[in-house]
């Protein structure tokens, strides 16, 4: 069974920056699409990032687009979500989430597995 474990959230001023880790573990790494999403307070949950399985695709919400990086290191069983230039509108819920079909992923909609959720929150 596939267990995504998050870790990286907190608290941040506007302005400043988080890196969001999640460790997939009990399967291959290498055979999973993997992504981020967020949900805010009174919102749905939203697409935010996604990485191929060999890391050479990847896809942003145009929200995010210039000030978020997704990637996933050769060697390690570990995605990471870099979030620059954090705005209030940032704060949310992060989840992170992983399937074997890219197409699943960037959808967001019947994805494999999700993780518990890291919340980070950005103060004005």
């Known amino acids: 069974q596939v267990q995504l474990v998050e870790s990286g959230g907190g608290l941040v001023q506007a302005g400043g920056s988080l890196r969001l880790s999640c460790e997939l573990k009990g399967r291959t790494f290498a055979t999973y699409a993997m992504g981020w999403f967020r949900q805010a307070p009174g919102k749905e949950r939203e697409f935010v990032a996604a990485?191929?399985?060999?890391?050479?695709?990847?896809n942003y919400a145009d929200s995010v687009k210039g000030r978020f990086t997704i990637s996933r290191p050769d060697a390690k069983d570990t995605v990471y979500l870099q979030m620059n230039s954090l705005t209030p509108e940032d704060t949310a819920v992060y989840y992170c989430a992983a399937d074997q079909n890219w197409f699943t992923m960037i959808r967001g909609t019947r994805v494999s597995y999700w993780g518990k959720g890291a919340l980070v929150t950005v103060s004005s």
């Open positions: 990485i191929s399985r060999g890391g050479a695709t990847t």
